[in-house]
């Protein structure tokens, strides 16, 4: 007889066994959340409204900004969930989603941060070539690219 049990969700470890401690690690996780929304909003929002900030540097800032938002936004909402409503569960579904978004995030955000690392050389080691090294067409490929590779964990594993 073959084995037909499955796995419908998860228990996750509680960071708090007292409601006091809960609600303050709600409170805690909240602020960090919306001092993160506030920041990378506000850097998307003077980049995107500044004409003078349209250059490479703050176009892969802004990328950067996305990225954070996506990272932070796929953990501390079902923590902050877990915290205020007293409960561990979660399903199996939401985990596999939770850690794909967050892998898809924190390697799309090590890509990035090595193009912006090219991008701080060429500016400061080849001052007068930074125009034709990194023109529009360039940065909008980097960047593509370093979206792109956040796929890449995943190739490697089928989930059937």
């Known amino acids: 007889m073959p084995n037909s049990s499955s796995i419908s969700e998860f228990l996750l470890l509680a960071l ?3 409601r006091q ?3 303050l690690h709600f409170w805690l996780l909240l602020g960090i959340y919306l001092a993160a929304l506030l920041g990378n909003g506000l850097i998307s929002t003077a980049v995107a409204c500044d004409h003078r900030l349209h250059t490479p540097m703050y176009f892969f800032l802004l990328n950067l900004a996305l990225l954070d938002l996506g990272c932070i936004s796929t953990t501390l909402p079902k ?3 877990n915290a ?4 561990r569960a979660i399903s199996y579904a939401g985990c596999a989603a939770q850690v794909f978004f967050f892998l898809f995030f924190i390697s799309a955000e090590y890509s990035l ?3 912006m690392s ?3 050389y060429v500016a400061i080691c080849k001052p007068l070539h930074y125009g034709t090294l990194l023109g529009s067409r360039a940065c909008a490929t980097m ?3 370093a979206w792109s590779t956040g796929q890449a964990p995943w190739r490697l594993y089928r989930l059937d």
């Not at 205020?84 to 409960?87: A, E």
């Open 16 to 18: 708090a066994d007292t």
């Open 21 to 23: 401690l809960q609600l």
């Open 79 to 81: 923590a902050m969930a």
């Open 84 to 87: 205020l409503w007293h409960t």
């Open 113 to 115: 941060l090595t193009i």
């Open 118 to 120: 090219y991008d701080h």
């Open 143 to 145: 960047a593509a690219a």
